[in-house]
């Protein structure tokens, strides 16, 4: 059997050469998901394998289809990027192997989750009373903040959805801009409301909630205890950026008792810069909150937070209990704010991402890619291209050459040029009709001259395809 430590440090010596490799290497990871598979299709073998040969196997066969989305120049989805102390501290958290169902199991998990969660809420402007589960990413917050809207609104209308479930009860109405997250609607799906319980609110150009409409919407039906309702608001449109106005609309939701959600997987930092605190105005008015670590925050993936202004309300929908389970069905532990039992400790990177920034440094970071994101809207406006929304964080879509099929056409042949380019790595979205390219910057490692590198592999692609 290999020696323990030559194994860890092995593993983590590969990780920080893979991390120290991402400025050169090229975006898009070489192989493609068959050529891995096919290497690591080996036969299942009958017995055990020496450790050192299985990690070496591991790393060899995965190497060619790792992609550089840590580094500082992958604008695809809004990814983030590790930042070296939260880095290593999941490193321990997996070496320390703590299961964080609570702080019986596991103690320095829970104290760490604990410390964490009063900083994040501190940062993003939320109730220090609130509760906070630690969970997978922001999909998981909208759901356990769903559930605990689904709870208190049926508890108000003297229905016990725990113990009776969703049949016969009141149903509940979804109101949601037209442009909320996909996620919302696969946790409406997974509570039982179905997406036929949504009412669509108009939005603006920019996507964000027309509070005109969600006036106008909310008047349509009646709306009390009776006929509960709740809103999901969104801080943070993945294609632009936009952030609802959130003051008004929970100001409108609670004239007729409507529980507020608001998902703001990365947008909700924008609370944490005195420059850009503004957009999130009002997000203490709300009753739950999902945002995400891994994102803007730069932990390492999965890390999210599932806020509730009520954590008796977060604990009454999410809490179970087992007489084998110590500590539980007493004081609430980490696993009654989740939908999750076991898991890993969450909590130390956190900790170590928020100790490691400091307060100055997560605004720096919000700062600093929404500027970046500006830069790159000015460069890309100056050469001749179409920056189609207002980039107000660290959004930016880019059109090639108008409206249209052909126009669409070229600007997917573009995106695959920079991808296939290896410069820096875009993706692409439809939006209002329209095939667009996406830049999301939400790395603490790129810099101003990234930009400029990135921006350069695009006008290179749009030229190579005029040739
Ligand atoms: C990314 C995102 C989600 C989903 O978050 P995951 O971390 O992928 O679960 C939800 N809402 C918005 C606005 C997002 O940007």
Known sequence: MADLHALF???????????????????????????????????????????????????DAAQPGLMSTPGPRYFG???????????????????????????????????????????????????????????????????????????HLLRQAGWDVERRGLAGAPQIRVLAGAERHATIDRSLRLLGLGSDALAEVAVDAQGAIDTDDLRRVLSTEPTDEA??????????????????????????????????????????????????????????????WGCDGHKWLNVPYDSGFAFCSRPDVQTAAMSYTASYLTGSGTAPGAADYTAESSRRARGFAVWAALQELGRQGVADLVDRCSDHARRCADALTTAGLEVVNDVVLNQVLVGFGGEGSEADRRTDAVISLIQQDGTCWMGGTTWRGRRLMRIAVSNHLTTAADIDLSVEAVLRAVRSLDD
Do not use: M, Y
């Not at 952030?243 to 944490?272: K, Y």
């Open 77 to 151: 989805f809004v990814i983030g990027g590790a930042l070296p102390a939260a880095s290593a501290a999941d490193i321990l958290a997996v070496g320390w192997d703590q299961c964080a169902f609570n702080g019986h199991l596991a103690p320095a998990a829970a104290a760490a989750e604990d410390v964490a969660g009063a900083w994040l809420k501190d940062l993003l402007g939320l109730p220090a009373s609130a509760g906070v589960g630690f969970v997978t990413g922001a999909q998981a917050a909208n759901t356990v903040g769903l559930a605990a809207a689904r709870h």
């Open 227 to 288: 006929h509960p309702s709740v809103l999901c608001l969104q801080a943070g449109n993945v294609n632009t950026g936009a952030v609802d106005d959130l003051r008004t609309a929970c100001t409108i939701a609670r004239e007729h008792g409507t529980w507020v959600h608001v998902d703001g997987a990365f947008g909700l930092w924008a609370a944490a810069s005195a420059a850009r605190r503004h957009l999130v105005d009002g997000v203490e008015l709300a009753d739950s």
């Open 9 to 59: 440090e092995r593993a983590a010596h590969e990780a920080a050469d893979f991390r120290a490799s991402l400025h050169e290497r090229p975006v898009q990871a070489p192989a493609g998901q068959s050529v891995v598979r096919s290497r690591l299709a080996v036969p299942l073998p009958e017995g055990p394998r020496d450790a050192g040969e299985v990690v070496e196997q591991l790393i």
